[in-house]
Nanobody, 123 residues
Framework: QVQLVESGGGLVRPGGSLRLSCVASGRTRYINRMGWYRQAPGKQRELVATITSTGVTNYADSVMGRFTISRDNAKNTLYLQMDSVKPEDTAVYYC?????????????????WGKGTLVTISS
């Protein structure tokens, strides 16, 4: 079981920058992939970016080239650097962690979520 707490959300002007952080606690040694998801008003939750324990990243097309996901495993912290933000980036941003337990043939996994942090892009 992993607990995730996001921070860094707030009001930012279009074109500005913001960095979100997510601190993980609990059974962090079993975390494999971590990611950021977002949910805009009236829309479904969507993937923003993910990063594996070895640093392999994946980005949604909508944020490619503008956002950067990273993690500091020693600090159990996930980051999302948001640059050149747009009004359509406005959403609640959620931190996610996928964990795997046990040997491959009998492994179990689980996904944990933070409660989210609100990012508003407005002039």
């Amino acid at each position: 079981q992993v607990q995730l707490v996001e921070s860094g959300g707030g009001l930012v002007r279009p074109g500005g920058s913001l960095r979100l952080s997510c601190v993980a606690s609990g059974r962090t040694r079993y975390i494999n992939r971590m990611g950021w998801y977002r949910q805009a008003p009236g829309k479904q939750r969507e993937l923003v970016a993910t990063i594996t324990s070895t640093g392999v990243t994946n980005y949604a097309d909508s944020v490619m080239g503008r956002f950067t996901i990273s993690r500091d495993n020693a600090k159990n912290t996930l980051y999302l650097q948001m640059d050149s933000v747009k009004p359509e980036d406005t959403a609640v941003y959620y931190c996610n962690a996928d964990s795997t337990y046990g040997a491959a043939v009998e492994s179990t996994g689980r996904t944990d979520w933070g409660k989210g942090t609100l990012v508003t892009i407005s002039s």
